[in-house]
């Protein structure tokens, strides 16, 4: 009897993983593991949201192993443990010591720290013997697989999604192993042992999210539901459920972009007016531009993509300033909406992430990655990614980066996504009754301001987007 170790990591589901379908068919039986090695990540660490998330995810793939009668069998490498500890590796191998597994299987992650890795633990596996096998489960395409004609990686997104979207149906979504027959550890340790929950309660505002494969495919049915259809205007309104809010799921690998493509042309497969799946599927695309960023400029997390940046004079650090960002007290509306709503559900609408980003960046000219470091602790989607390429993207220093002098508005910003003020009203209750158009600037109101009890701006946004583009200038000459 053979037995393969499937090493669980961001590939949290049954269907569409590659690892597992292939080890499930080479192999009698399977140890599903999940090594808890969050020293190994380095200093990208899952945040608090993340961790969050990540318990309820684990438990939930528990629950689907559990249907094929077996469970999730869960280890903790202790690398950095004063007593000298082990690693991934040594757990590995001392799970193929006990069980006699001759093979290990996983799905890739492109992360720096956990590439590197990857890549010790399979060389030393192979040289003990063992048959090592990694697949692609996250990505449409790897992203050594997209390149220009001159054998580049692309630094520009449209011909890179030119390139992409004529394969993204090469390969079919896979179905759940079945029969899928389970070995289990005989000390495996529980999923609470990992404490991976806040020990405050900060965390009860994310009811609204189910981590899971199940979770994912509800959200999904969802959006197919109610929102696909008028995507591209109710993408941009944060009042409203326009968009997917798949990214959690789709950063634990609860779902695959296969799985989303082909469920939703599904969907729509047999009515008429179906909708446009275009851009929707276009912005899945920005998440593979994202990550074949990574792979090619592993740096893109901590410095700057584009070079010529490094002469950009960042204001010195103001705690303060940062300090009223991060608790949403800036007193500019849409700003504090969108830090509170990321406080209170671990999520944030893409455009109000723009329009944060562009204030602490621009107006407080504090550095990205002080903004970025925020967002890894608070985000249930944190992603490296895909937050280095959101923040470098708005500070202006990224790739196909929104050039710096283009400075959001958040007053004019506020007054064309969140035109009733609603999203704003609802995350800032001390402007719910504002009159009209002053709950996007109650400063032009003195009277009602101090009534509200709403505080202050803390920048002038005029004088300081000119101090911004002044400080641009320089930088360039
Ligand atoms: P939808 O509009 O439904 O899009 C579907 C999927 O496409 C998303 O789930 C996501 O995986 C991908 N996607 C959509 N827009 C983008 C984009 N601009 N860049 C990359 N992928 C995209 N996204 C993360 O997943 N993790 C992050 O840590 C993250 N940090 C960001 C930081 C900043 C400053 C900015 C401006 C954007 C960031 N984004 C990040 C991108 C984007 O805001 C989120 O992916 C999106 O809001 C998730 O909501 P959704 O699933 O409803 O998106």
């Not at 443990?81 to 597994?101: D, H, M, N, W, Y």
């Not at 192993?177 to 806040?198: E, F, H, N, Q, Y």
């Not at 008028?230 to 968009?243: I, K, N, Q, V």
Request: glycine share 6%.
């Amino acid at each position: 009897m053979t037995t393969a170790i499937v090493w669980f990591r961001r590939d949290l589901r049954l269907a569409d993983n590659p690892a597992l379908v292939a080890a499930a068919g080479a192999h009698e039986r399977v140890i599903p593991l999940y090594i808890h090695a969050p020293d190994e990540e380095g200093e990208w660490a899952p945040g608090a949201a993340s961790r969050w998330w990540l318990h309820h995810s684990l438990e939930a793939l528990d629950r689907g192993l559990r249907r094929h009668k077996g469970a999730l069998q869960v280890a903790i490498a202790h690398e950095r443990a004063p007593t000298g500890g082990e690693g991934s590796l040594e757990v590995l191998r001392k799970v193929i010591k006990e069980t006699g597994a001759s093979a290990v299987y996983f799905n890739l992650l492109y992360d720096p720290a956990i590439r590197k890795r990857d890549a010790k633990v399979r060389k030393a596996l192979e040289a003990d013997g063992l048959d090592v096998a990694s697949f692609n489960a996250n990505l449409w395409c790897d992203p050594w697989e997209i390149a220009t004609k001159e054998d580049e990686p692309y630094r520009v997104f449209t011909p890179f999604w030119r390139n992409l979207r004529t394969r993204i149906d090469e390969h079919a979504a896979l179905d759940e192993p079945t029969p899928l027959r389970l070995d289990a550890l005989k000390k495996p340790v529980s999923i609470d042992s990992l404490g991976l929950l806040p020990e405050l309660d900060w965390a009860k505002g994310f009811h609204e999210w189910t981590p899971g494969e199940e979770g994912a495919q509800e959200m999904l049915s969802l959006f197919a539901d109610d929102a696909v259809g008028h995507y591209s205007e109710g993408r941009d309104l944060p009042a409203r459920h326009g968009t997917s809010r798949l990214s959690p799921h789709l950063h634990f690998g609860e779902i695959s972009p296969r799985q989303v493509a082909e469920r939703l042309r599904a969907h729509f497969a047999r009515r008429k007016n179906a909708p446009d799946l275009e851009p929707y599927l276009r912005q899945l695309g920005w998440r593979e531009f994202g990550h074949h960023l990574l792979w090619h400029f592993p740096d893109t997390p901590k410095k700057n993509f584009n070079k010529k940046f490094d002469a950009f004079k960042w204001a010195k650090r103001d705690a303060h300033a940062l300090r009223r960002w991060k608790q949403g007290k800036t007193g500019i509306p849409i700003v504090d909406a969108g830090m509170r709503e990321l406080w209170a559900t671990g999520w944030m609408h893409n455009r109000v992430r723009m329009l944060v980003a562009s204030l602490l960046t621009k107006n407080l000219r504090q550095h990205w990655l002080l903004g970025e470091k925020w967002f890894w602790d608070t985000l249930v989607d944190a992603d490296l990614a895909n937050n280095a390429m959101g923040w470098q993207w708005v500070a202006g220093s990224g790739a196909d980066a929104a050039p710096y002098f283009r400075i959001f508005n958040p007053v004019t910003q506020s007054e064309k996504f969140d035109p009733d003020g609603a999203y704003i009203r609802r995350w800032v209750p001390e402007l719910r009754d504002a009159p009209g158009k002053l709950v996007h600037a109650p400063w032009e109101d003195e009277a009602y301001l101090k009534a509200s009890g709403y505080p202050k701006p803390i920048v002038d946004l005029k004088a300081t987007r000119e101090q911004a583009l002044l400080a641009y200038q320089k930088s360039k000459s």
